[in-house]
């Protein structure tokens, strides 16, 4: 209820410009405080200098851009979706198709078209082409889907996922169909993926304070009061949608930047749950949530391979069997879940002390 | 023709059971059940002696048949009871998401648990293997076990239609699905409808188990995802909470999927799942609130 206030209080002053700055300047510090976490992390990186710690940092940081992604979406509409990872797909494949070695492509792809077959972009553009790519596709898609509202709308979404993986698996000569997709340039500095992460937040950020996302979680949370307040709720549902897209393509481009491999199954229903699990153990109402709930994972998982991988304590080796690292995670996610139903965050945003009465 | 009849409706067989376990659960306590797949696969797994060797060592399996079957849907009901009590009970006041995280968090637990004593490998197991002979009907020949898998399901739902209509228990957790609150108010007790929805939703797992392994031969510890897959789904296009609208949807999904599968041109028919998926959107648009529309499951303003 207070979103609608603050939306129909904002429509009330619509002319005014100052309470729109008012209202970023008041919420700027979240994005900022998430981007400056990430810097630091990133510093600590490559100060340590050590490959495989990299790596895994990259993955955290492709993670981030994939939970802020579903954020958009699910965190101010409120449905939830599970198939944003088809739109990372697209963005991974659409990456692939642009920056592979034509004389590969050739032999590996045939069936793509001429100009693509001609082509070769360095990464970053051929990112934002497929983050284009999969917005375009969520456009489309979403133009259907957004009709929908609860459950339909969620087991819709995953349809949509299901519908792109068994295309992707089978088009042969268009994504090499199950087999995987090699030669894709791999990017090791971790700087490329930093940025990614950060215009994630600062587009996340920015969707929040709009208008159409003031009036989306006005619709999240008193549906038929937001209606009522001349909402369009379908379209405002679609403005996240394609940005959302955006954003997860985005987030599969740089990740297929980081292994270098694609496969349709790398984005499933395995990705689909755990960037899922993030959001929600983070807090699925809250940009901060998003963020928190990858890192606090990803070290999960990171500590529980390490201990998997074997830790020398004194005289004797201690390592966990096989298996048992994903176990614990599973009750380590039931046991926040039920301590923290909503979340880790909430619905609260990361930010200094002070300025927390003002959300 | 006849062939197409049979292979629709033992498929359909099949989704519709998964479907009427998550069903069952979602009319009580609004909870969708990723776990659910795993249960299954638990399930088929019980008949095995735990190794980690490539040869499956059959323990349970060599029972005969009349004490394998309560075996395994004993198995199925049990640790589905044990979801309940040990994680779902602290999750009956949390939103919808919350809950559906939680239930796959614990299906992660179940397979990786899985994966830890029988190691990822698939393994090969002949499950009443009197039943893959083939029979004769109508010109047709058909395996002995759809014929099987067919009459199976038509008893189950027929037993659990009796079970819902008649007994006082069946009606508590018809009034359970329908209104929760209010039924609470009317004398039911909640702890054990939930628990008997779990329980049955458990033993339907553990028959889904008994007809898949035994018509593939292979145990394979993702076995239950992709029936969980179409099931879920088909309790969806059905109408949540809606158990006659399950029912129908599974063995639509499963019709749909055969007759796509012979109808589709060549070229095509790699893409099957995907024209299936598609017909789900289009379904879901035309009627967002499934098929057969459950009552109280409306939100009211």
Redesign the interface.
């Known amino acids: 209820m207070a979103v609608a206030a603050s939306l129909a209080n904002s429509a009330a002053v619509a002319e005014r410009k100052p309470a729109r700055f008012a209202l970023a300047r008041r919420t700027i510090l979240t994005p900022v405080l998430l981007s400056l976490l990430l810097l630091a992390i990133a510093l600590i990186t490559v100060m340590t200098g050590s490959r495989p710690f990299n790596q895994t940092v990259i993955d955290v940081f492709v993670r981030v851009i994939l939970v802020v992604g579903l954020y958009i979406f699910i965190g101010n509409s409120g449905v939830?979706s599970f198939g944003h990872i088809g739109f990372t797909c697209l963005g991974a494949y659409a990456a692939a198709w642009l920056t592979i070695n034509p004389m590969m492509k050739r032999g590996s792809l045939p069936g793509l078209p001429e100009w693509l077959l001609a082509t070769r972009l360095p990464y970053w553009q051929s990112a934002v082409l497929a983050a284009l790519f999969a917005a375009l596709a969520a456009l489309i898609f979403g133009r259907?889907?957004m009709?929908?509202?609860?459950?339909?709308a969620s087991?819709?979404t995953?349809?949509?996922l299901?519908?792109i993986n068994?295309?992707y698996s089978?088009w042969e000569s268009v994504t090499g169909a199950t087999s995987s997709v090699v030669g894709i340039p791999i990017v090791r500095v971790i700087w490329p993926y930093l940025i990614g992460a950060v215009v994630a937040i600062f587009i996340a950020w920015a969707h929040a304070i709009s208008r159409s996302g003031l009036a989306l979680r006005a619709a999240r949370d008193e549906p038929?009061a937001a209606a009522a307040s001349g909402v369009d709720i379908p379209r405002e549902r679609l403005v996240a949608f394609v940005v959302s897209g955006a954003v997860m393509g985005l987030g599969g481009a740089l990740m297929a930047h980081s292994i270098g491999v694609v496969t349709p199954d790398t984005f499933y229903?395995g990705l689909t749950?755990i960037t899922?699990?993030m959001l929600?153990?983070g807090g699925?109402g809250s940009l901060s949530g998003g963020v928190v709930g990858v890192l606090l994972l990803s070290a999960l998982i990171q500590a529980l391979r390490w201990l998997e991988a074997g830790v020398s304590l004194g005289e004797s080796t201690f390592a966990l069997?096989?298996?048992?690292q994903?176990?614990a995670?599973?009750?380590i996610?039931?046991v926040i879940?039920?301590l923290r139903?909503?979340?880790l965050m909430g619905n609260r945003e990361l930010t200094l002390p002070r300025s927390s009465r003002n959300k | 023709m006849l062939q197409i009849l049979f292979d629709a409706l033992s498929l359909g067989s099949l989704y519709a059971l998964g479907a009427l376990g998550i069903a069952l659960i979602f009319g009580v306590m609004r909870l969708?059940n990723f776990a659910h797949g795993d249960v299954i696969a638990f399930c088929v797994f019980a008949l095995l002696w735990p190794s980690t060797d490539a040869m499956a060592i059959v323990f349970a399996g060599q029972l005969p048949w009349y004490l394998l079957v309560p075996f395994v849907l004993l198995c199925g009901a049990g640790l589905s009871v044990l979801c309940e009590i040990v994680?779902f009970r602290?999750?009956r006041?949390?939103?919808?998401?919350?809950m559906?995280?939680?239930s796959?968090?614990?299906g992660?637990?179940i397979?990786?648990?899985l994966?830890?004593l029988f190691s990822s490998r698939p393994k090969s197991i002949s499950l009443l293997p009197e039943l893959s002979q083939p029979v004769e009907i109508l010109g047709a020949r058909l395996p002995l076990l759809q014929l099987i898998t067919i009459v199976a399901t038509m008893v189950i739902l027929i037993g659990l239609t009796l079970f819902l209509r008649q007994t006082r228990f069946g009606l508590e957790m018809r009034a359970a699905a329908e209104n929760f609150s209010m039924a609470r108010m009317l004398g039911v007790r909640a702890n054990r409808v939930i628990m008997g929805a779990f329980a049955l939703s458990g033993a339907l797992a553990a028959a889904i188990a008994l007809i898949f392994g035994a018509q593939t031969g292979t145990l394979d510890i993702q076995m239950g995802?992709s029936i969980m897959?179409m099931a879920?789904?088909a309790t969806?296009?059905g109408g949540?909470g809606s158990l006659g609208g399950a029912v129908l949807a599974g063995f639509l999904l499963g019709a749909a999927s055969v007759i796509m599968q012979v109808m589709l041109p060549i070229d095509a028919r790699?893409?099957?799942?995907?024209f299936v998926?598609?017909a789900?959107?289009l379904v879901?648009?035309f009627r967002?609130?499934?098929l057969i529309a459950a009552r109280g499951t409306k939100e009211r303003?």
């Open positions: 939830l259907v889907l009709r929908l509202s609860g459950i339909a087991i819709a995953f349809a949509m299901a519908m068994t295309i089978n038929t229903l749950f899922l699990s929600v153990v699925m069997p096989k298996g048992v994903e176990i995670l599973g009750v996610m039931i879940l039920a139903p909503s979340g | 969708v994680v602290r999750f006041q949390a939103n919808p998401a919350t559906m995280i939680a796959f968090a614990l992660f637990v397979r990786y648990f994966l830890m995802a897959l879920f789904i969806v296009i949540l790699p893409f099957r799942d995907a998926y598609g789900v959107i879901l648009l967002p609130q499934g303003v």
